[in-house]
């Protein structure tokens, strides 16, 4: 109830929003609209799973007019990125309007590459489809370190093409939060 009050509070919150109800654990059950499109070769589907209520971003400050957010996913689990897409799914379907000049930034630069490589996509399906389904849409920007990469003997074909190649994860971070994007 009290995620649907604030829902119909301001659409400037959007992605507060977002982080307030993965912290909540509420999950609306609505599902994502059908995804276009392929990654590696197979149609994007997307499916939805029920949220855990287990916290995941609880200690993250945030400031109402906040549109730019950067998300470190080697600091977080497999779990919070697969809650963290599947919640902005959901709110952004709920509110497709005013979502502009959103901007969340992934940044890929550790064992998390790993997820979503061609051989690790049958295992991962459900999150590189979101991913790309979110991609496709302009809501999030995902970014793979190159040097990580090249250190996990991962070629850049081996990703998904919705993947943006960069040369240094932490020059890329630092340069985000200089541009004053809120990290998660």
Same mark, same amino acid.
């Given at each position: ?37 392929? !990654? ?32 470190? !996913? ?16 959901? =709110?952004?379907?709920? /509110? ?7 901007e969340i930034v992934l940044i890929l630069h550790g ?26 849409? @302009? =809501? ?8 990580? /990469?090249e250190h996990r003997g991962i070629d850049s074909s ?5 993947? @943006? ?6 020059? @890329? ?12």
């Amino acid at each position: 109830m009290m995620v649907h009050y604030l829902l119909s509070v301001s659409r400037k919150c959007l992605f507060q929003l977002t982080v307030i109800a993965l912290c909540t654990g509420c999950g609306d059950g609505n599902a994502p609209a059908p995804a276009t499109g392929t !990654v590696h070769g197979s149609p994007v589907t997307s499916t939805t799973r029920t949220i855990s209520s287990t916290p995941v971003f609880a200690q993250t400050q945030f400031t109402i007019g906040n549109r730019r957010y950067l998300f470190d !996913v080697t600091s977080h689990s497999i779990e919070d990125m697969q809650a963290l897409l599947q919640r902005t799914a959901e =709110i952004t379907q709920d /509110m497709p309007d005013d979502l502009d000049d959103l901007e969340i930034v992934l940044i890929l630069h550790g064992p998390d590459l790993d997820w979503f490589t061609r051989k690790n996509y049958a295992k991962n399906r459900e999150l590189v489809d979101l991913a790309a389904r979110l991609d496709v849409l @302009e =809501i999030i920007d995902i970014k793979a370190c190159e040097t990580a /990469m090249e250190h996990r003997g991962i070629d850049s074909s081996e990703l998904p093409a919705f993947i @943006e190649t960069i040369p240094y994860a932490p020059d @890329e971070i630092a340069r985000l939060q200089a541009l004053d994007y809120v990290t998660l």
